[in-house]
């Protein structure tokens, strides 16, 4: 580009030539600027910034009710923003259909993967992009498939029905279908939460492999780990707002965790030493028939002492949810026994182990904790109506038991009006204290907490898992089951590893090697004999 | 020995195929309107409706193919308003059937005492013709349309798209598929499908109209697509099952084989629960049947 300027040649001033190279400028794949999206009730995204620049890795990170899902919602054309304004590759767009955003280049891998189970993966993958002509060629479509799976590296048969692969290679078959639609601008929301550690570092090299080819990549996360280990650049909101954008390279941890939650926060639970007495919970031998006739328990045992927390880690799938509810007494096992100390309560109900010393915090509170409806004193007698003091089998005490609520609220922190507000008018948070404080009342012997921190909010989280610690220390038995690895590591003072329906693995929780817990989630044996397994 | 072989002669073999035409077209609208994800039990209405409006135009029109026409017609009209109500309105699908057949019931007969002052029965009109003795062209037609679905879901792109809505709405939604246009679409033509089954009742066989004279057989259509498996030639075999029983039952009468005829006339009923209740286990209806993409 030539440019005049007029400047000084010798003594006098003239116009001068230069020869001037065009500074590039970043060029922005997408741009997103003031988007305000308002649903009955909420504001999800309340003005929401986003600059992604071409051929980079830009990682989205909010805590979960941040307004992520919406704002890549809108990107997508699922959702029409109220207010703002839209850029892709500098073009002004406006998206009626998700049609439009494919056509723009757009292309999303979903949280919970929109793959039809039932079809097959060319079938899934050419689905909308059929090609041209009212009849499908299968063959051509196949090759089409195989074709790209290779130029990218991601293996998979395109004749295998979705239904039938792993969850690691149904999210590659979803990044296939973005890529099929030749997509250069790829959105990724929540990709990790479902995969192995294995499949994680799979997911990485694929996504510097598509950024190294020059496609732009988001990355939706609420873990401050993958912002580091896989972003270039990270755009953090919070509250339906943008709060900062930072080079990844540049930020810290602490920095962007504060963005996020908005002031310091303490990354690592504070606990000390576990010290572990006489064993609390014993399970040996637990079979159970799950769905579609396999083992969903396959001869499990386990069992926690007094004092520690054991958190049970895998794949979602493996039989966590049915070892719970078989212990919590919703079902009752084909064989084995289960121990509370030294009773035999493999056949007790519910209400029984309760009244022997065990709690039990559900992995849903608004399907299984609560009654919404139900005023929080009627929540506080779920499971308790027929032991005092809340009532004798015959009548429950209504007075006694408002006035253990108003209590508990108190000691528990449950921000209410009062005990007559009904438990649908609460926050997540404080739902979830309300069930901790009805499960805790009691001073169990052990506890069990499945998912105790779902869908909270960090202040909350650290609340719950101060709770669980102290309980410990109170010498009670915790069992803790919970999807997020992260949080079973922070917690446990024991991890074991179930695969299949069976505990495949035991771990200390202070020296514990990601990689080889990863393994041993994945069904592998890391090193021959060298894992223990606990009988 | 003999009255084995003579049980089983050509007239039965006819009788099924007579049967099992009205149940074959009504499962065929009833297996595209169930595979993109709508619930269909409004065929029986849309099948009376059907028959009715057969009668209707052959008789002002003179010419029993234009009141087939206007049956097809009729069939897809009513048929939108189930669309229109359990897509447009999102409203309980199984009520919404109920509606169309409560309907369709109602309507007829008060039509028929508007228009020919009669109760209950309209007059004879021409019927299609036969393309062999006591075969309807109709017949050959309902047969053909079951590898044409077949194809149809399994070959082109838009039995593709139509399934994929029936499986996982919001992942048809999310690749850019009209989920609720494709639905439309295969609402209206399973009322225009029910609609020949009704018409071939009508002017494929009796010539005039009764009240309710599909007498469930738009609810044993239903069956035969829940006992096929959603599939059109499981569903074929299981409409011929049905058509057998229906045909056995009549043919047991006239043959006079000293069985009970009321509970000849409910063997046909009798197998579709059995079918229903025991066999259906193993089947597996779309995963998104009566589910909504994304709620705004």
Known sequence: MVVLTRGRVGRRVAWIVTEQVEVPQPQMAVEMLGIVKRFPGVVANAGVDLSVERGEIHALLGENGAGKSTLMNILMGLIHPDHGKILVHGRDVRFHSPRDAVDAGLGMVHQHFMLIPRF?????????????????????????????????????????????????????????????????????????????????????????????????????????????????????????????????ADTTAAELAELMVGRGVSLRVDRTRAHPGEVALQAFDLTMKGRGGVNALDGLSLSVRKGEIVGIAGVEGNGQTELVETLAGLHIPESGTILLGEMDITRDDPVERRRKGLSYIPEDRHHRGLVLPFSLTENM??????????????????????????????????????????????????????????????????????????????????FVHSRIVAERDKGRGVLLLSFDLDE???????????????????????????????????????????VGITT | MDGIIDFFDLNLFKAVLR??????????????????????????????????????????????????????????LTALIHAFWSIGLRSDQIVTGTAINLLAAGTTVFLIQRIWAQSGRTPTVQKLPDVAAQVNVLVPIAFLCVPIVYFFLKSSKLGLRVMACG???????SVGINVSLLRYGMVMMSGVFAAAAGAFLTIGSLGLFTRDMTAGRGFIALAAVIFGNWMPFGTLAACILFAGAQAFQIQAQTKGIGISADLLLALPYVLTIIAIAGVVRGSRAPAGLGQHPTPN
């Open chain 1, 120 to 248: 097959s993966v060319t079938e899934n993958i050419i689905l909308g992009s059929e090609g041209p002509g009212a009849f499908i060629d299968r063959q051509a479509a196949e090759e089409r498939v195989a074709q790209t799976a290779a130029e990218y590296g991601l293996v998979v048969d395109p004749r295998a029905r979705v239904e039938d692969l792993p969850v690691g290679i149904q999210q590659r078959v979803e990044i296939l279908r973005v890529l099929y639609q030749d997509s250069n601008i790829l959105i990724l929301d929540e990709p990790t939460a479902l995969l192995t550690p294995q499949e994680v570092e799979d997911l990485y090299r694929v996504l510097n492999a598509l950024r190294d080819a020059g496609r732009t990549v988001i990355f939706i996360t609420h873990k401050l780990r993958e912002v580091a280990a896989i972003s270039d650049r990270v755009t953090v909101i919070r509250r339906g707002m943008t709060v900062g954008t930072r080079v990844t």
């Open chain 1, 381 to 462: 007698l779920l499971g308790n109506s027929e032991i005092p003091p809340f009532g004798d089998g015959r009548r429950i005490d209504y007075a006694k038991t408002e006035e253990i609520t108003r209590e508990l609220m108190e000691r528990f922190d449950v921000r209410a009006p009062g005990p007559e507000t009904s438990a649908g008018a609460l926050s997540g948070g404080n739902q979830q204290k309300l069930i901790i404080a009805r499960e805790l009342f009691r001073e169990p012997a052990v506890l069990l907490a499945v998912q105790p921190t779902r869908g909270l909010d960090v202040g909350a989280i650290e």
């Open chain 1, 488 to 530: 079973t590591l922070d917690l446990s003072d024991r991890i074991l590893v179930i695969y299949h329906g069976k505990i495949v693995g035991e771990f200390s929780g202070e020296r514990v090697d990601r990689a080889e817990l990863g393994l041993l989630m994945g069904g592998r044996v890391p090193h021959g004999d060298r």
């Open chain 2, 19 to 76: 049967m099992a035409t009205p149940l074959v077209f009504a499962a065929m609208g009833g297996l595209l309107s169930e595979r993109s994800g709508i619930m269909n039990i409004a065929l029986e209405g849309l099948m009376l409706s059907g028959a009715f409006a057969a009668v209707v135009g052959t008789y002002y029109l003179h010419n029993p193919w234009w009141g087939l026409l206007v049956a097809l017609i009729v069939g897809g």
């Open chain 2, 167 to 173: 499986e996982h709405p919001q992942a048809a939604e």
